[in-house]
């Protein structure tokens, strides 16, 4: 059964996705915000903001909660904060990361498999996970968001625009609004499972998807350059070093859910669509 109304803790691009689709069932969302400027945009289309931390937060009954806050070394935040108040919530959900999986060589990651992560970051969310799993959350592991104002079809025409090559290298990604419809059927659903890999179908190499995004807008795809040759930051080599294809099919199989972009070709027309619409 739907929640009474969305709090969103970190009300983000999928926060906002997700709100979207509730209030077209008549459910109001409400999250927080870490500053008045990032707090505009959703008013302007009749969202409610708080701003956390900083401000005192009274938690309604029912509501569902949608955690993306990112965690520290002691793990989630809002845990920390409200975990205690957990029950007064109808659902829990916390946006995790397939980067908890660390390097598979290029193989399957499964929900089920042990977790090995690489780097800081992914090691405070496996952390976060287990914090809000045992009251009883439901996590889901995104690999990279991309969506309308946010994908290759903006990257591409960047100046200084590159595609990076590593020979056998794949990622998977997801559409924002596949996100946000898991996590709409998430809510509805009366499932056992607790956690969900969220993606596309077809893993794929980063350079074919800039290629392809160069290729719809008409323009010469940028300058290929070998990743020992690219000079990357710390950041951009820990991303590289991991090499996995995430599968869907517990989320296909549990939540009844079928992504609207299986690809990222189909997920790119539709930005260069929206794009377009502005």
Known sequence: ??????????????????????????????????SAASAAPLLADGFETMLW?????????????????????????VFRAFGEQASSANWIGYLSTTG????LGGRWAFEEMPLAPLSREATNRVRGEAQWLDVGARVFRLPGIYGPGRSQIERVREPNARRIVKSGQVFSRAHVSDIASALHLAMKENTS??????????????D???????GLLGITPPPAVAIEDAGLSPAA????????????????AA????????TYREG???CLQAAASI
């Not at 969305?6 to 979207?20: D, K, M, P």
């Not at 499972?193 to 980063?206: H, K, L």
């Not at 939540?255 to 299986?262: S, T």
Request: with cysteine.
């Open 237 to 252: 080599q820990r991303f590289y070093a991991e090499c996995k294809r995430v599968s869907n099919a517990k989320a296909k």
């Open 100 to 103: 908890v999986y660390g390097d």
């Open 1 to 34: 059964m739907l929640p009474t109304q969305l709090l969103a803790f970190g009300f983000g691009y999928v926060a906002t996705e997700l709100a979207r689709i509730l209030k077209s069932d008549g459910i109001k969302s409400a999250g927080t915000v870490r």
């Open 193 to 206: 499972a607790r956690i969900f890999n969220i993606c596309d179908d077809e893993p794929a190499p980063a």
């Open 53 to 77: 931390p900083g401000t005192d937060i009274a938690l309604p009954d029912g509501a569902g909660w949608l955690i993306s806050v990112p965690p520290d070394e002691h793990g989630c935040p």
């Open 255 to 262: 939540l009844g859910w079928r992504p609207q972009f299986p």
């Open 208 to 214: 074919e998807v800039l290629a392809y995004a160069a």
């Open 268 to 270: 790119l027309r539709d």
